[in-house]
């Protein structure tokens, strides 16, 4: 029983991780007023782009590792679903 939560809050704690990382990234996009991307100067968007880039990437390995992980502990559950039977 105490495997099974361990699991699951491993799994848990990668997919918060990836949204976290993801929505980080885009919540300039969502909040940015409309004249704002005019006044800023060109070094400053790109450094925008590089944050928001790079934290969406982050979500996305993190969403990544999610899958893996999951994908490795159904694998491991049916296996050892076959050794009990």
Do not use: N, W
């Amino acid at each position: 029983m105490l495997e099974i939560f361990k699991r699951l809050s491993v799994g848990l704690s990668l997919i918060m991780l990836s949204l976290g990382f993801f929505l980080l990234g885009i919540l300039p996009f969502i909040t940015r007023l409309p004249g704002e991307s005019a006044m800023a100067p060109a070094i400053e968007k790109h450094y925008y782009v590089v944050g928001t880039a790079a934290s969406v990437f982050a979500g996305t390995v993190f969403f990544v590792a999610a899958c893996i992980y999951f994908r490795r502990q159904e694998s491991g559950v049916k296996r050892q679903k076959l050794e009990y039977d």
